[in-house]
């Protein structure tokens, strides 16, 4: 059996970060007797204490409906989901708290742009482009709205490192683009994508860019307005925050020219059986009664995150992915898939004659959580010429104790089943 000695002392920077573990109880968890490590982060981030309580909190303290009554508890409810709304507003640096559009996650966003932005315009033989790098979420709904409206969908490739080809994209670009759509961080490999270089060949056209900011938001500082993205999508659950509770941010004039894809509830003003006037924004986006305790969860995450900084949540997972790049590279057989020039929190990895399922498996016999599979960006696994990776991801949580623990675990995995 080979021998793993790797430096366990930490710098004062991961030492400061490692005091916030305490806060997620969910860490003190033990799996199969082992005590967890949690590096699945990309597929749903655990909660800090402060979200949990801010849940259950509203629920005790705050419950009612909000938007539609005039009573103490109601008022309460609306006072604090439109305070969420505030705090996103200032999170992601928008213009106007009507330009956040509370949603289901960035999936929901997708599809709400796709149906009732880019849809109601596309005429047969128009083009919308996406790149190879995408999760299913920021292709399937493109694709519908391509087989509805005889629209065609165009792809931007990439290279074996899992670079976007900035290039072919240009190329790409006509004039019958409608829409460009791409990741702002790969889910699969954590590719950084050059999205102000990207928006700004778009525009020079006059095309709206959407960015899939599901990974990016808890990785990297985003400012839409320095950006100059059209739409940016994102969800709670991998900032932090509750499942079930996204945010679509749209430029005003996007937003206001959008078809409501679902009716009902606050998104009118007036209805009768002869026609219906909608709400103004950002209500006449928002069908139904939302989920008002997972606003209130996404606005307690976003203070967390603002207060620890998210510079420096990156910075530390920057150094984190360096030191377990270092080491997994290291071991015979294993492949390092997704080696971006610009990139951040995600390691995917295959071995040689291993299936990356049966990695998982054996990882989690001694407590360590990663993901495996093809990670819902089929197209890109076939393109790099594979089914799958297995796949550690990093959060502000994570330590190179952690990683230490996975690269001994990854090493028993080459002795035990390695040929």
Known sequence: MTTVTMNRDETAPHRDLAQFRADFPILRTRVNGQPLTYLDNAATTQKPDAVIDAEANFYRTANAN???????????????????????????????????????????????????????????????????LEHHSNIVPWQMACRRSGAVLRVVPVDDSGEFDLDAYAA??????????VTHLSNALGTITPVR???????????PVLLDGAQAISHLPVDVRALDCDFYAFSAHKLYGPTGIGV???KTEHLQAMTPCQGGGDMIRSVS???????????????????????????????????IGIERIAAHERELLHYATQWLAD????????????????????LDGIHPHDIGTMLDDRG?????????????????????????????YNTHDDVNRLVAAVRRVCETLGS
């Open 368 to 396: 360590i959580a990663i993901r495996a599979g093809h990670h819902c960006a089929m197209p890109l696994m076939q393109r790099l010429g594979i089914t799958g990776t297995a796949r550690a991801s990093f959060a502000l």
């Open 172 to 181: 790409l670009l006509n004039g019958r683009t409608r829409i460009v759509a």
């Open 248 to 250: 679509l941010y749209g």
């Open 273 to 307: 059986f002869d026609a219906t006037e909608y709400n103004e924004l950002p209500y006449r986006l928002e069908a139904g009664t939302p989920h008002i305790a997972g606003v209130v969860g996404l606005g307690a995450a976003l203070d967390y995150v603002s207060a």
């Open 66 to 132: 909000v938007h539609r009554g005039v009573h103490a508890l109601s008022q309460r409810a609306t006072d604090a989901h439109e305070t969420a709304r505030h705090k996103v507003r200032s999170f992601i640096n928008a213009r106007a708290d009507a330009e956040i559009i509370f949603v289901r996650g960035a999936t929901d966003a997708i599809n709400l742009v796709a149906q009732g932005f880019a849809e109601p315009c596309l005429t047969p033989g128009d083009e919308i482009i996406v790149s190879a």
């Open 331 to 350: 071991i015979p057989g294993l492949r390092i898939v997704g080696t971006a020039a610009e990139k951040a929190s995600i390691l995917s990895f295959t």
């Open 197 to 207: 270089r990207i928006i700004d060949l778009a525009h020079a056209r006059g095309v």
